[in-house]
Nanobody, 121 residues
Framework: VQLVESGGGVVQTGGSLRLSCVASGEDIVEINFMGWHRQAPGKQRELVAGIAKGVGTVYLDDPTGRFTISGETAQKTSFLQMNNLKLEDTAVYYC???????????????WGHGTQVTVSS
């Protein structure tokens, strides 16, 4: 299973970015979760948002609603729209999926290599 992220970059505060993640691999039989995590320098990796098959979307506590996740586990794609970006959003953003490669097995966790998001003042 391979995950390819794109869409990161440098943006000024208040700007927007849209991250994309595409999962591939002929052995994927089902994806049950697609999510975005981030890791800022000196901090632990944290879940930003995710889509769970049959459940819906989940978000990190984001009362302003700046981030929106979309996509379909069946289509093996997810997108993270980030608006009104702040300096504290600077981090490496990682795509993560829970997928199984056999109907007889459970989910395994797969990670992309990450895409850098830098918000500048």
């Amino acid at each position: 299973v391979q995950l390819v992220e794109s869409g990161g970059g440098v943006v000024q505060t208040g700007g927007s970015l849209r991250l994309s993640c595409v999962a591939s691999g002929e052995d994927i039989v089902e994806i049950n979760f697609m999510g975005w995590h981030r890791q800022a320098p000196g901090k632990q990796r944290e879940l930003v948002a995710g889509i769970a098959k049959g459940v819906g979307t989940v978000y990190l506590d984001d009362p302003t609603g700046r981030f929106t996740i979309s996509g379909e586990t069946a289509q093996k794609t997810s997108f993270l729209q980030m608006n009104n970006l702040k300096l504290e959003d600077t981090a490496v953003y990682y795509c993560n999926v829970l997928a199984r490669t056999s109907y007889a097995s459970g989910d395994n966790s797969y990670w992309g290599h990450g895409t850098q998001v830098t918000v500048s003042s």
